[in-house]
């Protein structure tokens, strides 16, 4: 433990759980996607940087980083809403519409900042307020990050238990009786898309502004890591209930980030940044087969 | 009330498979009445169903539930008008919600569907309530997942599901033919008692024949997209099954009659 402890110095570390905590949006967001309406959405590949090129060129627009922050979520859920209406409208298969999605979002997102890279130096953002209080930087972003998780888990958990939200859970586990229910699938189709995007685009405001740069390529590989979250989370938490499910998605994207950081830093392994990809689909193949293992070794 | 008026049903138009499954069925339920349906395979007997839940929308006729023109209208938009019980126990609910959920679920049928909290206290004990009255023990199992339960457990709570919110008609869709005799008899008993305090006007389609004449207040037997008998009062009183399995057969035979014509 000493050894993986010095290995990942403290900035390191609260690095890598500030990041977790910014994909934490994205691993809520894919819960919903997947889990809840059981529909397989690629479109987050392209909503995360959109999320992160509208909240970048408002601020350096002069807007207010909040105010650019919820411009962003209502930028996210135009995306998502643009996927369900090609699958649910024009009956395009659901992978493949968020796969179209997700392509035109790369010329728009290049439109929306006009070149691939925007940079936020010495820009208020919504953190500035915090910076140079008694706490340091390194701890202020995770803090920061995480409040605004726990409001958006406790939302979403709020939601998820309500009439509405039961309706949408409904949709994606027997769409059929959802309907004999007097459920208008295609509209929680819709909503929850819209819901599960918004989420993806504030992970990405939040990412260009604790960041401090907003990337086109930032997107690339948004939903393995989401997905890893959400399974890491069910891999240790197991299925119990809404609040432990989004729990699993929130602690899954730190856990993910610390490993992470963990198999790049130690030296012992020999891997590099540009290994991460190899890293990812590892660690994800792991928490998918870990508990058929255990399963079989208790039969 | 029920009005179906001259209803056509096609599928597959156009194609080689093209089949006429209702050929202008007129039929009219009385409110509170319960009819029994029975029928061969593809008779259409399902397609009448569907076209009164909503999930078959008919090329030709009119549907009138209670005073409502339903004609044009999906599944989700008369909902409010229409409960129903599926043949298959999975279908009829959400195996991956608790059996309080799927009561909530129910018991917006056809209403918005708002922010309120989906389990407060006072619905609990609703759903506490109605539940118990089964005698099967769930109440204290209102937390576990559907499916966990067996497929009986499962119709027997569709059931409860079904009277949970108000409606004009209930639609009964073979729904023990999945179930073993013990169970089958027990769901039909709880239909029965559901039917009759409740005063719904119910619609039930079965394969059993036994179970067309024992229940309910009328017959109807459908062949080829039409209906071919339609018993009530004291002539359906003194019908025997074997009396059914004889129109069955002269029904039958006569269709045979037709096709060795057309061959020969």
């Known amino acids: ?299 | 009330m029920i009005s179906v008026k001259n209803i056509k049903v096609v599928f597959g138009k156009g194609t080689p498979l093209q089949k006429q499954a209702l050929n202008g069925v007129t039929l009219t339920i009385e409110e509170g009445s319960f009819v029994t349906v029975i029928g061969s395979n593809g008779a259409g007997k399902s397609t009448l169903l569907g076209v009164l839940a909503g999930d078959v929308l008919p090329s030709e006729g009119e549907v009138t539930i209670g005073h409502t023109d339903v004609t044009r209208k999906g599944t989700p938009a008369r909902a409010g008008l229409v409960a129903r019980v599926f043949q298959d126990p999975l279908a009829g609910s959400c195996g991956a919600l608790s059996i309080e959920e799927n009561l909530a679920l129910a018991a917006r049928r056809g209403e918005s569907r708002g922010l309120t909290p989906a389990l407060g206290a006072k619905r609990r004990e609703h759903f506490r309530a109605r539940i118990a009255e089964l005698n099967l023990g769930l109440e204290n199992r209102l937390g576990d997942r559907m499916d966990l339960l067996s497929g009986g457990q499962r119709q027997a709570v569709s059931l409860v599901m079904a009277t949970l919110a108000g409606s004009e008609v209930l639609l009964l869709d073979e729904h023990t033919a999945a179930l073993d005799p013990g169970m089958a008899e027990f769901v039909m008993n709880l239909t029965q008692k559901i039917v009759t305090e409740r005063k719904l006007t119910t619609m039930m389609v079965t394969h059993s024949m036994r179970q067309a004449l024992d229940y309910g207040h009328r017959t109807i037997m459908l062949h080829g997209g039409e209906i071919v008998l339609d018993v009530a009062g004291d002539s359906r009183k003194t019908l025997e099954v074997e009396d059914l399995i004889a129109m069955f057969r002269r029904i039958r035979g006569q269709t045979l009659d037709d096709d060795a014509l057309l061959i020969g």
Do not use: H
Not at chain 1, 109 to 127: E, F, H, Q, S, Y
Not at chain 1, 139 to 156: D, E, K, Q, S, T
Not at chain 1, 230 to 258: D, K, N, P
């Open chain 1, 1 to 299: 433990m000493t050894e993986k402890g010095r290995a990942l110095s403290q900035i390191a570390f609260w690095g890598a759980v500030e990041l977790g905590l910014v994909y934490a949006f994205v691993a809520v967001g894919v819960f919903l996607a997947f889990r809840v309406l059981d529909f397989p959405d690629l479109t987050v590949d392209g909503s995360f940087p959109l999320g992160a090129a509208v909240t970048a060129v408002l601020i350096i627009a002069g807007v207010n980083p909040w105010l650019a922050a919820a411009v962003a979520m209502v930028a996210g859920a135009a995306a998502g809403i643009v996927t369900a209406l090609l699958n649910v409208r024009f009956r395009i298969l659901n992978l493949l519409a968020s796969i179209l999605t997700m392509i035109a979002l790369f010329s728009v997102n290049l439109r929306v900042m006009g070149k691939p890279n925007v940079a936020l130096i010495n820009a208020d953002t919504m953190l500035s307020p915090f910076y140079g209080l008694s706490l340091r930087d390194f701890y202020v972003r995770p803090l920061f990050v995480g409040i605004l998780v726990l409001a958006a888990v406790l939302a979403v958990w709020r939601f998820l238990e309500s009439d509405a939200g039961l309706a949408m859970r409904a949709t994606g586990a027997n769409a059929r009786m959802a309907r004999a229910q007097g459920v208008d699938t295609s509209r929680q189709i819709y909503l929850g898309m819209a819901i599960s995007n918004a989420l993806v685009a504030l992970g990405g405001a939040l990412f260009a502004q604790t960041n401090g740069f907003a990337d086109v390529t930032s997107g690339v590989g948004t939903i393995v890591v989401g997905l890893a979250a959400v399974i890491i989370g069910e891999t240790l938490f197991g299925a119990r209930g809404i609040l432990i499910a989004l729990a699993g998605c929130v602690l899954g994207s730190i856990l993910y980030r610390i490993a992470i950081q963990l198999a790049l830093s130690t030296d012992v392994l020999g891997l590099q940044a540009s290994d991460l990809n190899f890293v990812t689909a590892a660690l994800v193949t792991v928490a998918l087969v870990l508990p058929r293992l255990r399963r079989g070794g208790a039969a």
